[in-house]
């Protein structure tokens, strides 16, 4: 395993991630989780009593992240396999956290894709939640208006070193919570 990805497994991902509001016993969704640099620290986060749900479309990147899941004794975390559909196949108002890191960008979906995810974001999340997101290859004052578009605000922006393709970087996280006006 590379330097970075090892320190961020051992420990650095968790700290950060506790920073950026995540907690023991939320209900959280990783949409686009890949082979599971977030998911991991996140299901060791929330413990037993939270569950996170880890979509992707990406077979190969989710039998990584179930292996993953097995070697560290990760019994909370529920892999979802989709075609990329932009419908979640979630009740309304049923998490406590939805992450979108290095996921919503032109790379993978349009805008008018973005916004449709958005909206269904929006939707599954509950009222006292937050949505995080990590923007990657868009403009950061791009992806807040676009957010911001469909009711949500942003409640704070922190500055972190982050894991991106197994790599150190620096980079925002983006916290937003529901408007209901
Ligand atoms: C750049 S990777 C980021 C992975 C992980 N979130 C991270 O930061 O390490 C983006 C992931 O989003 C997934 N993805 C893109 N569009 C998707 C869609 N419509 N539905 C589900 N997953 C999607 C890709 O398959 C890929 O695994």
């Given at each position: 395993m590379?330097?970075?990805?090892?320190?961020?497994?051992?420990?650095?991902?968790?700290?950060?991630?506790?920073?950026?509001?995540?907690?023991?016993?939320?209900?959280?969704?990783?949409?686009?989780?890949g082979s599971g640099n977030y998911s991991l620290p996140i299901a060791k986060i929330i413990g037993d009593k939270g569950k996170l749900f880890a979509l992707d479309k990406n077979g190969t990147d989710l039998d990584k992240l179930t292996q993953?899941?097995?070697?560290?004794?990760l019994n909370n975390i529920k892999i979802i396999k989709t075609k990329g559909e932009l419908i979640l196949p979630f009740k309304d108002e049923f998490f406590d956290v939805v992450?979108?890191?290095?996921?919503?960008?032109?790379?993978?979906?349009?805008?008018?894709?973005r916004k449709k995810l958005l909206k269904e974001v929006y939707r599954v999340l509950k009222q006292d939640s937050f949505l995080s997101v990590y923007p990657e290859h868009m403009g950061l004052e791009e992806i807040k208006r676009e957010i911001e578009?469909?009711?949500?605000?942003?409640?704070?922006?922190?500055?972190?070193?982050?894991?991106?393709?197994?790599?150190?970087?620096?980079?925002?996280?983006?916290?937003?919570g529901k408007k209901f006006s």
């Open positions: 590379r330097d970075d990805l090892k320190k961020w497994m051992e420990g650095e991902g968790e700290r950060v991630l506790k920073q950026v509001g995540i907690k023991t016993g939320q209900i959280i969704l990783d949409f686009g989780c993953r899941a097995r070697e560290g004794k992450v979108l890191y290095d996921v919503l960008h032109f790379y993978y979906f349009s805008f008018d894709e578009d469909v009711n949500f605000y942003l409640k704070r922006k922190y500055l972190k070193r982050l894991i991106h393709e197994d790599s150190y970087t620096k980079g925002y996280i983006l916290n937003f």
